[in-house]
């Protein structure tokens, strides 16, 4: 009975230890947990630039974008290998006007995690912009199962152009 208790007991001390070693790995990166606040901050004000957007108060919604593009280089320096925020860093230089530097970060994040919509979406949307339809269609391609609004967006993209 005893040796069955001390087997249980290792085996849940092993399997919490692998847990928090999984969930500092993928939200720590060795640093401080400020990162996370950077990024959430970036994400509310790529959010409201979005909107100013649609607006047609692209000024504005440069404005915002380059300080999401400072919070996002900021949680990029702790934690390089996520790919939502290598996604956003893309986005904030594209939108920036930044097209050779976003695409960087496209392609580090698809290395990542090569089925990412987001990243797949605005690279191809990139793409377009940059002339290079063939690989705009790739990147609609590698979205066609998803059954996601980031597939329909960028064909629509692609449509119209």
């Known amino acids: 009975?005893?040796?069955?208790?001390?087997?249980?007991?290792?085996?849940?001390?092993?399997?919490?230890?692998?847990?928090?070693?999984?969930?500092?790995?993928?939200?720590?990166?060795?640093?401080?947990d400020s990162y996370i606040k950077e990024y959430k901050d970036a994400e509310k004000?790529?959010?409201?630039?979005?909107?100013?957007?649609?607006?047609n108060k692209i000024e504005r919604a440069t404005k915002l974008y380059s300080k999401a593009l400072e919070k996002l280089k900021n949680a990029y320096k702790s934690d390089k290998k996520?790919?939502?925020?290598?996604n956003y860093?893309?986005?904030?230089?594209?939108?920036?006007?930044?097209?050779?530097?976003?695409?960087?970060?496209?392609?580090?994040?698809?290395k990542i995690d090569p089925k990412h919509n987001g990243i797949n979406e605005y690279l191809g949307e990139l793409y377009v912009k940059t002339?290079?339809?063939?690989?705009?269609?790739?990147?609609?391609?590698?979205l066609k199962n998803c059954n996601c609004e980031e597939y329909e967006e960028l064909k629509e993209v692609i449509e119209k152009n």
């Not at 790529?46 to 607006?55: P, S």
């Open 131 to 142: 002339g290079r339809m063939e690989l705009a269609k790739e990147r609609l391609a590698v």
């Open 89 to 110: 860093l893309g986005f904030t230089l594209r939108k920036t006007g930044k097209l050779k530097e976003a695409e960087k970060y496209y392609l580090a994040g698809l």
């Open 1 to 32: 009975m005893f040796k069955k208790i001390f087997i249980i007991l290792i085996a849940v001390f092993i399997f919490v230890q692998y847990l928090d070693a999984s969930y500092g790995a993928a939200t720590d990166s060795g640093s401080s």
């Open 82 to 86: 996520n790919p939502d925020i290598l």
């Open 45 to 55: 004000f790529v959010l409201r630039a979005k909107k100013l957007e649609e607006k």
